[in-house]
């Protein structure tokens, strides 16, 4: 059985080109690869249709412990009332301003939090 820490370490590896599987190179997470999510913000009212940074916010909020009790929500690229309820309850567990938005203070606590993930790596996390 693989750890979360062992897989996020495999996740991140294949996303920054560094691993192979029987001589074929894994890549990265499909959504976003080398974008910069982390500069724009997401939510209601703001940017809602960058679904490959929407997929890359998604499956970050997956990968974090702890803060949704275990549930996941789907990584399909839509800002919907899952997402947004994700991302409500990370920022209630992160201490933050619970409004559904990911703008400069959620992406940072979010890239902490997620670590050197391929979603992250992908979001433009800097670690």
């Not at 409500?88 to 979010?110: A, C, I, K, M």
Request: contains cysteine; proline residues 2%; negative net charge.
């Amino acid at each position: 059985m693989i750890t979360r820490k062992v897989r996020n370490r495999l996740v991140a590896a294949a996303a920054a080109g560094a691993l192979t599987l029987g001589g074929v190179l894994l890549g990265a997470s499909p959504a976003s690869a080398l974008s910069n999510c982390t500069g724009t913000t997401f939510g209601w009212g703001w940017n809602t249709t960058n679904h490959g940074c929407i997929e890359d916010i998604q499956g970050m909020l997956n990968n974090v412990d702890d803060q949704d009790g275990g549930r996941t929500i789907a990584i399909d690229g839509v800002w919907g009332t899952n997402t947004v309820w994700a991302v409500e309850n990370f920022q209630n567990y992160d201490h933050v301003s619970s409004d559904g938005v990911v703008g400069p203070r959620t992406w940072r606590d979010l890239c902490n939090d997620a670590g050197p993930t391929g979603w992250a790596v992908d979001a433009g996390c800097r670690f």
